[in-house]
């Protein structure tokens, strides 16, 4: 495996495993970063050798099981043996130290709290295994799991850097000297950077392109390469788009956002939903943006097409390390369709079942939302507040002066705004539900407006249930519509189309559970 990475060595300058870390809670609890219990010696030997061999199997089997098993047995409150310590049972492989190094932190973010010199360490490391993979000459196969594992937490890490530097409260001085001096460390443009060069290296926007007309085949190899190739630099890429989804999300930039995913379409099965960590990601984010560029029916849409999934699979997931993350966004899509469904009423989007779920966590709070009030609005602000991502601000701090997160703020405000003209409009939905046809002076008089005002409410009302898609045409949201001829107003009801073969089929299974029940019990 050394002889594929020589470039990569030149690449990257020949780095240093070297931590040069301040002194940390861990180091003090007489952690030695130098001993390698016997349990740790075989892991890497017998990882380095699958990534030699190519083993994505076995590398997945050690990478999901046993990193995982030792870490709960031996490091529960101590990081791992340093990088330093494991190598000389690696042949010093550079690419595979780096590798090590990127499981090293993520074990560290979850397990303890990193300290700066560490963040700006791990941000090194990033940059050298990125610069491998997009310049050098990576001759591996990795598991998806583990590919998608390193961009979300890349982006988590630089997600948790800029709220650790926005809180200058307390901040020692030794720190503040760091972070003027490597001031560079997780900037925006550093990650977009890297994110963007993943992408376009990848070629992965063209591979999709050739896939639909027949010519390439990613999606059906699940982006892994039988002729003897590699599938790091392509599935990088295309975790990449999500990873650009994600970190303009977090941003605040919604329409970009978008754009970065348009290459992958989401409606179609492809790599993204194999692993169930980047298929949530990606829908969450992707419903997200859309709510916030008010794209109602589309955000329901992928809501509930995730939440069934989830609903339907989430047991076998129960031994994943990522289960509570798997409940929390569940949780919180529940909250963003809650959300939707009381700006944009549109019950008959949704499944039988995500329905029925929904009503019970959420059922008495959406009554409440409809109504133009303090309480209504305080909800929405509950809802939006725990269902949102932990929005950034990408800029330093000016270390005078503490930092407000002032984009937090921001897109509370925008939603805030949008939540109160939606509510405004709730009372001409009521009504227009109520008649078919109706006279505008008869409508006035009920809205208790005069004329002028009522038809300035019902073009906003227009307005407002309608957007532009991701192709620039004008959709609606309305589950009622309508047009006005000669005074009068004719109102369009969409009618949903009953399925009755869900509620038979949860009737039959509830009903085989009960003679299970009977069949079990043993009469004396």
């Not at 970063?33 to 010696?41: Q, R, T």
């Not at 984010?285 to 955000?299: F, I, K, S, T």
């Not at 949780?331 to 949704?350: D, F, G, K, T, V």
Request: hydrophobic share 35%; glycine share 4%.
């Amino acid at each position: 495996m050394a002889s594929h990475y020589e470039d990569a060595r030149a690449i990257t300058g020949g780095v240093g495993y070297d931590d040069h870390r301040q002194q940390s809670p861990q180091d003090q609890l007489g952690y030695d970063p130098n001993f390698v219990p016997d349990s740790v010696k075989s892991f890497v030997v017998h990882l380095y050798r699958h990534i030699r061999e190519k083993n994505v199997y076995e590398i997945h089997q050690m990478y999901e099981t046993s990193f995982h098993t030792l870490s709960d047995r031996l490091f529960k409150d101590t990081p791992w043996p340093s990088v330093d310590a494991v190598a000389n049972y690696v042949d010093n492989d550079h690419v595979f130290c780096l590798l090590y190094k990127e499981m090293w932190f993520r074990h560290l973010y979850a397990r303890l709290t990193p300290t700066l010199q560490q963040r700006i360490d791990s941000w090194d490391n990033y940059g050298s295994l990125f610069q491998v993979v997009l310049h050098g000459v990576v001759n591996m196969q990795l598991p998806n799991q583990w590919l998608w594992d390193m961009v979300d937490e890349f982006v988590y890490q630089f997600q948790s850097f800029c709220q650790y530097r926005a809180k200058m409260k307390n901040k020692a001085e030794h720190e503040i000297a760091l972070l003027r001096q490597f001031d560079q460390a997780w900037s925006v443009y550093g990650v977009l950077n890297f994110l963007q060069a993943l992408v376009e290296k990848s070629n992965i926007i063209q591979i999709l392109e050739n896939e639909k007309e027949g010519l390439e085949q990613f999606t059906s190899t699940d982006g892994y390469d039988y002729n003897g190739g590699s599938n790091v630099l392509k599935v990088l890429g295309y975790f990449g788009m999500v990873g650009l989804l994600r970190v303009h999300c977090l941003l605040g930039d919604y329409h970009t956002g978008l754009k970065c995913l348009q290459p992958s379409d989401i409606s179609e099965h492809g790599v993204y939903t194999i692993v169930i960590g980047s298929h949530i990601t990606t829908i969450y984010h992707h419903g997200l943006a859309n709510l916030m560029l008010h794209r109602y029916v589309e955000a329901i849409r992928e809501f509930n097409k995730i939440l069934l999934y989830i609903y339907k699979t989430k047991q076998y997931h129960q031994k994943s390390p990522q289960y509570e993350q798997i409940l929390k966004k569940n949780e919180q899509m529940y909250a963003l369709l809650a959300i939707c469904l009381s700006l944009c009423p549109q019950s008959r989007l949704l499944d039988e079942t995500v329905n029925s779920q929904l009503r019970e966590k959420y059922g008495e709070k959406m009554i409440r939302m409809q109504r133009y009030d303090d309480e209504a609005f305080a909800i929405y602000d509950e809802l939006f507040s725990y269902a949102c991502p932990k929005f950034i601000t990408p800029s330093a701090p000016s270390f005078e002066e503490p930092l407000l997160n002032y984009n937090q703020r921001l897109q509370l405000k925008l939603f805030h705004y949008e939540a109160k003209q939606q509510q405004l409009l709730s009372g001409v939905r009521t009504f227009l539900k109520v008649y078919s046809t109706i006279s505008l002076t008869k409508l006035a008089s009920h809205m208790e407006v005069d004329e002028p005002t009522l038809r300035t409410i019902l073009i906003t009302y227009k307005h407002k249930a309608h957007a532009v898609d991701s192709d620039g045409k004008v959709i609606s949201n309305a589950d009622v519509d309508f047009y006005i001829d000669d005074d009068m107003v004719h109102v369009v009801e969409s009618k949903p189309a009953k399925g009755y073969g869900d509620y038979f089929l949860r009737q039959v299974v509830k009903l085989e559970g009960v003679i299970n029940e009977m069949d079990a019990i043993k009469l004396d």
